[in-house]
């Protein structure tokens, strides 16, 4: 004997010809990931018996086949794959060498994470070999091809889930129901085209809608549905009172936001749909019968203090308070004070209707006075941005019909956008934003003169919304002196009020040149509201 060969067991590491000349153990996996591959030649069994005769003639021991069944790949908490991997590792003294597969695609379809458990495998010695893409795994090169087969694996497997769910989407717009029917509905089966019909637990569902819709609480409309052998429990019915379903839309997230008319019968009115989920606004944010008879809560806050006022009910008297929540504050004012003092307050900015026309005027004469020079400046900045747009429509153009190449393209499509981003930033920031300052002007003046009363007449949210259109930061209360004081009114109503005063001041004698003052109109944000009083 040489001594090389007596030298060679002290090396180290394991022969790479040792495939074939000595016994390995390993393991095979097969996966369909469909009930139609079954009777393809992609088939478990044609798998296997592809893995087996890979191990004849590699001479390499089966310890154990995994598979059996069809499994999506998905993700790779796959059962049968968990099992074979847990069956990897608790069989170190077997040293499992080897996880056969017909193709690596039946190893895992999620790319970046098959990378990584191959890679981890290798590190415990364990191998992932196609027999139908033979690859040298322990060259580098043989790992980066394995590696981008796995990824394509997976880019394949995107594009079926985006051709999927482009399907699906275009379900939805034809006005089909993915998935099951929500209760009260279903699918009838003997119609070739997707036919939904209200089965017999529709007029049920129909009447708790009303239930809710009249205030009943939930335990009364479980209690009504479970007689009616219909299981039910809040969360349920909370998502139900909120499907769209039932009132003939399809609502899912496939598509981005928007409510698409199905075909399939609607079960109750909008409006009860719409009164119904009022409802349910109410009771998610926990408010009470004194929140309704409260408006001022939270929103009024104590002057001294600038703590906020809250709300309280004396059930003996049926009489409803305001006070301030902090040790140390002894503010407490009745309802029906607090409210009347707020209206007198709403009160100073309103005009008497002989004013009316003049007021209208003199805003719109303001408004024209404010903005003649920002006219003309938006003139030419809008110019110029249409001349940009017409370069860059131009370029485009030349691109497209091959006059100059893309390298050129380049060179002045960057500058010429950033000039048209910087024309439309101009413009934008240029005031004018207002589409109609006429009609705007009008709502303005309209409710000044009615606030009081249309304040009064409104029910929580009307109140709320006019309280903090007027008043956008609150408004504080004396105390001391049993009267408000504002923080900050909106420049629209101050405008108003000033323009009240000085036609009052005309008409008693004191001349002003009304467009002679220094007067600020707001930007854009008071828009026309509904209010019940007509306005």
């Known amino acids: ?83 074979m991997m847990s069956f990897v590792k608790a069989h170190k003294k077997d040293k499992i060498s080897y996880i056969l597969v017909y193709s690596l695609d039946r190893f895992s379809r999620s790319g970046a994470g098959a990378i990584y458990l191959s890679s981890e495998l290798k590190k415990a010695g364990v191998h992932v070999m196609s027999v139908t893409q033979p690859i040298d795994l322990d060259s580098s090169s043989g790992s980066f091809q394995q590696s981008i087969y796995l990824l394509f694996t997976q880019f394949d497997n995107d594009m079926r889930r985006q051709k999927s769910v482009e399907g699906m989407r275009e379900k939805l717009k034809r006005g089909e129901r993915l998935g099951q029917c929500p209760i009260g509905y279903t699918i009838d089966k003997n119609h070739k085209q997707q036919t939904i019909i209200i089965n017999e637990f529709g007029p049920y569902i129909k009447e708790a809608f009303k239930m809710r819709a009249r205030g009943c609480d939930y335990n009364e409309i479980i209690d009504y549905l479970k007689k009616h052998k219909i299981k039910a429990y809040k969360q349920l019915l909370s998502d139900l009172f909120r499907n769209p379903f039932y009132i003939g839309y399809l609502a899912n997230k496939l598509l981005d936001g928007e409510l698409v008319k199905g075909n399939h019968p609607s079960l109750i009115s909008e409006d009860l749909f719409l009164k119904v989920n009022r409802e349910r606004k109410l009771g998610f944010i926990k408010q009470n019968k004194a929140n309704d008879n409260l408006p001022l809560k939270s929103f009024v806050r104590d002057y001294d203090t600038n703590e906020p006022f809250t709300g309280y009910i004396v059930k003996s008297k049926n009489l409803y308070y305001y006070k301030v929540n902090k040790i140390g504050v002894a503010v407490n004012r009745s309802q029906k004070m607090m409210h009347q003092k707020f209206s007198e307050k709403l009160s100073d900015f309103s005009i008497s209707p002989l004013y009316k026309q003049p007021l209208i005027k003199q805003l719109m004469l303001t408004w024209n006075l404010l903005n003649e020079n920002k006219v003309g400046d938006k003139i030419s900045l809008v110019k110029k941005k249409n001349a940009v747009q017409a370069k860059i429509d131009t370029l485009d153009e030349r691109l497209a019909f091959g006059e100059i190449d893309k390298v050129l393209y380049d060179k002045f499509y960057p500058k010429l956008y950033a000039e048209l ?6 413009i934008s920031s240029h005031g004018l934003n207002l589409s109609n300052p006429k009609e705007l002007i009008n709502f303005a003046v309209q409710l000044s003169m009615e606030a009081s009363s249309v304040w009064q007449a ?48 005309n008409k008693k004698g004191t001349e002003t040149v009304l467009s002679d003052q220094s007067l600020s109109v707001p930007s854009a944000g008071l828009e026309p509201a509904r209010f019940p009083t007509g306005v």
């Not at 998905?74 to 059962?79: A, I, S």
């Not at 981003?421 to 101009?426: A, D, P, Q, T």
């Open 421 to 426: 981003s910087e024309y439309e930033k101009e």
């Open 458 to 505: 409104g029910d929580f949210y009307e109140k709320q919304k006019l309280q903090k259109l007027i008043f956008p930061e609150g408004i504080c209360f004396d105390a001391k002196n049993d009267e408000y004081r504002t923080i900050k009114v909106n420049p629209v109503f101050m405008l108003i009020e000033h323009l009240s005063r000085s036609l009052e001041d």
């Open 1 to 83: 004997m040489t001594n090389s060969s007596l030298l060679n067991k002290f090396a180290r590491g394991v022969s790479k010809n040792t495939i074939g000349n000595a016994v390995q153990n390993c393991v095979i996996y097969t996966r369909v990931s469909t009930k139609e591959q079954m009777d393809t030649n992609m088939s478990l069994d044609w798998q296997r018996s592809k893995c087996e005769a890979f191990a004849v003639e590699k001479g390499l021991r089966v310890m154990h086949t995994f598979g059996g069944t069809y499994e999506s790949a998905k993700t790779d908490e796959r059962k049968e794959f968990s099992k």
